[in-house]
């Protein structure tokens, strides 16, 4: 199967629907609106601001909207007509949460029928006991922004009354085309020859690619039973990061072999944010990583003066790698990043047999056919000939 | 006495670019009037040029000020009939790239030149950067031999400062990243290695939409070659050419330096000793306050540089319209 065969999908849009897309400048939103108008459907995207995604949309002719969630006047009309819409915003606090109660609030009163919001299996955190399940506790990392809203923003649709109808979905490590973080970045750290991995890369990589995240979206934004649920979602591939790193060396002529690997301890040396904040453990007590995280404090160092030449004085005079050690034997050092580092040792896979058993969720494409799409792309951008 | 220039438009192009050149070259050029359906827009460029009348409407413009020359700012779809308009009122142009939608509306502009005299000028900035200059001066000497091939890939996220979707919108861009940027690669393309043919056009927009990446295999001079651009991947920004006897390379945008090997010998890396603005951020705006300059001269039968002409301009037009006319779907 390829992947324009995709149209052809079991997930297919109804062209006799109207469907608005939050965040559609985005990886996820542009790549739903972009399968919603090969589909027939007819499709209204928001977006925040022009930029690099309003040119990924003008491919399509659609008229293009900008709005503020933050601010709900801006968000009148939005859903006139709609009959579901796809949150797949990020942003700081204000967008991602108050925003998302803004959206809900002028959802409601458009009726649209069906919301479903594009959540993160980061809500979960990075040390989860056992294989993710819907019902795992909400535990996200105090170290992180992103996570910490995405779960304050499940609260909100969790208590929401009254319509639209929602879903909730939490995918992991969406790959793919137009990936930037798990698709480009590790392509370029491979070809530049910084690309590395924690522990071998032995933790669970929890994958989804874009295409069956797409299906995912469609699938629950129709199926009844997916009325006021939650899916976490992955491809079923079981790849771990050392898999996935492999097959990107592969594809862009790498040894995967010559990757820099990294010990915690390496990294607990190296990383620039530990250099910061003080030792960092993987059990460091939750109270202690939120005091050394907390976004108050964070934003008061940024301020100090003289901080962030300090920062980038101790991060390059103490690279995790030597120069003289990587890919190519010229490794310009490395400064490994910490949430890096985390989900290169996720403990734990996700068991998303709620949404296979329930409606028959399955990804049509296998690891193989993904990577037939991500060659294309690298070749495009010049990274492989 | 200064050359008397207005401008019509007063989006990012004029905000960010023309605003600074024409700093760049006040004493020799001043700006009389500005004119946009957006008195906002205008706003930060009136403050810098005080003297400077506003018009909502370029046409009244023209007629009060009667300024030496129009720099046409505004949306593709206008470049046409404003530029026309001014030169019918005996006023002489100096237009933003690209010089018109369709190699028809090239046609009329061509005419309208014909008629009324007057000088045209595109804005074809690359081609003032000093290593541009220097590889053309190698190219035009032979010292590489004939051409035999080129690579081109070029493009990154979208970050022009748009204030409308304009750009995005087939009916008044003309087309995406090619009428955008493309543009300018294929000027210089054609300005380096002679006429350009197109063989083979993909790209990737759907219905009424404008692409945002594209593959153009074509010929230049009698050399085969690929031009890849987008909108919105960071590519790897290069030209290539390859010759008999050797290659010349060099990032899109770098203004000193390039590299170039000579029969199979070692890389030469290649810097041109120039004023320290042509490595800085600032290299468009000199390169743009320069072409003003050359503009204004001819414009008063001085001695100038070459000015991109009409005749010049509407090739990379011309390119693109073939390429739109063979189109074929991008899969990427």
Redesign the interface.
């Known amino acids: 199967m390829t992947v324009s065969s995709l149209d052809r999908s079991y997930a297919a849009a109804r062209p006799d629907t109207k469907y608005v897309v939050l965040g559609a400048g985005g990886f996820v939103g542009g790549a739903i609106v972009e399968r919603l108008v090969r589909q027939g459907a007819q499709v209204s995207p928001i977006i925040h601001r022009i930029g690099p995604g309003s040119a990924f949309l003008a491919r399509f002719g659609l008229q293009q909207r900008i709005a503020d969630l933050g601010d709900p006047t801006t968000l009148k009309d939005v859903f006139k007509g709609a009959d579901t819409a796809f949150h797949c915003v990020t942003g700081d606090r204000t967008a991602t949460v108050q925003g998302l109660r803004n959206a809900l609030v002028a959802a409601q009163s458009a009726g649209v029928r069906r919301f479903v919001y594009l959540s993160s299996a980061a809500v979960h955190g990075f040390r989860p006991r056992s294989p993710l399940v819907e019902g795992s506790p909400l535990k996200p990392d105090s170290g992180s922004d992103y996570a910490r809203n995405k779960a304050a923003a499940e609260n909100i649709i969790r208590n929401w009354r009254g319509g639209p109808e929602s879903v909730v979905l939490r995918p992991s490590i969406i790959y793919g085309p137009r990936s930037k973080y798990w698709s480009e970045t590790p392509a370029r750290q491979i070809v530049s020859g910084t690309a590395y991995l924690v522990d071998q890369g032995r933790g669970h990589m929890n994958d989804i690619h874009i295409e069956h995240l797409l299906d995912a979206m469609l699938l629950t934004a129709h199926h009844p039973q997916a009325a006021n649920e939650v899916y976490v979602l992955q491809d079923g591939f079981g790849l771990t990061w050392r898999d996935y790193y492999g097959s990107l060396c592969e594809l862009l002529g790498a040894n995967v072999d010559a990757l820099v690997n990294l010990s915690w301890d390496e990294v607990l040396r190296s990383s620039s944010k530990v250099r910061q904040y003080g030792q960092w453990a993987k059990d460091t007590p939750g109270v202690l990583r939120s005091a050394l995280w907390h976004d108050p404090l964070k934003a008061w160092l940024k301020r100090a003066p003289g901080f962030e030449s300090f920062r980038q004085r101790m991060a390059s005079e103490n690279p995790a790698v030597p120069r003289n050690r990587g890919n190519n034997g010229h490794s310009p050092g490395i400064i490994p990043e910490l949430q890096i580092a985390l989900l290169h040792t996720f403990p734990q896979p996700i068991a998303d047999s709620k949404i296979r058993n329930e409606l028959g969720f399955a990804p049509r494409l296998s690891f193989t056919e993904t990577l037939d799409g991500l060659r294309r792309w690298y070749r495009f951008m010049g990274l492989v000939r | 006495m200064s050359f008397r220039v207005a401008i019509l438009g007063c989006g990012a192009v004029a905000n960010v670019l023309y605003c600074p050149a024409l700093k760049d070259v006040q004493g020799e050029l001043e700006l009389v009037g500005a004119a946009d359906l957006n008195g906002e827009s205008a706003q930060s460029l009136l403050r810098d040029f005080p003297q400077a009348k506003f018009f909502c409407d370029y046409r009244q413009m023209l007629v009060e000020l009667r300024p030496d020359a129009a720099i046409v700012a505004l949306p593709h779809y206008f470049h046409k009939t404003a530029s026309l308009d001014a030169m019918r009122m005996g006023i002489d142009v100096f237009c933003e790239k690209p010089m018109a939608m369709s190699s028809a509306e090239c046609d009329e502009i061509e005419r309208g030149i014909s008629e009324t005299g007057r000088v045209f000028a595109v804005n074809m900035f690359r081609r003032l950067f000093p290593s541009l200059k220097e590889i053309k001066r190698m190219i035009d000497a032979g010292a590489l031999g004939a051409a035999s091939a080129f690579e081109i890939?070029e493009g990154g996220?979208?970050?022009w400062p748009?204030?409308?979707?304009s750009?995005?919108?087939?009916k008044i861009a003309g087309g995406?990243?090619l009428m955008d940027s493309g543009v300018h690669t294929l000027d210089l393309l054609q300005w380096l290695l002679g006429e350009t043919c197109v063989v083979e056009f993909f790209d990737?927009?759907?219905?009424?939409?404008?692409?945002?990446?594209c593959?153009a295999n074509l010929t230049a001079g009698n050399a085969p070659g690929s031009l890849?651009m987008?909108?919105?991947?960071?590519?790897?920004n290069?030209y290539r050419l390859e010759f008999e006897h050797g290659w010349i390379e060099w990032e899109h945008d770098d203004a000193v330096r390039f590299r170039f090997g000579v029969d199979g010998g070692k890389v030469v890396n290649a810097e041109v000793q120039c004023d320290t603005r042509w490595s800085s951020g600032g290299r468009f705006i000199c390169a743009l306050a320069a072409q003003l300059r050359n503009f204004a001269r001819t414009c008063r039968r001085e001695p100038a540089e070459d000015i991109v002409t009409a005749a010049e301009a509407r090739k990379s037009v011309d390119t693109i319209a073939l390429c739109y006319s063979k189109r074929r779907q991008l899969?990427?």
């Open positions: 890939m996220p979208y970050a748009a204030r409308s979707f750009f995005f919108d087939r995406g990243v990737d927009a759907a219905a009424d939409g404008v692409e945002c990446n593959v890849c987008s909108r919105s991947l960071t590519m790897r290069i899969v990427i």
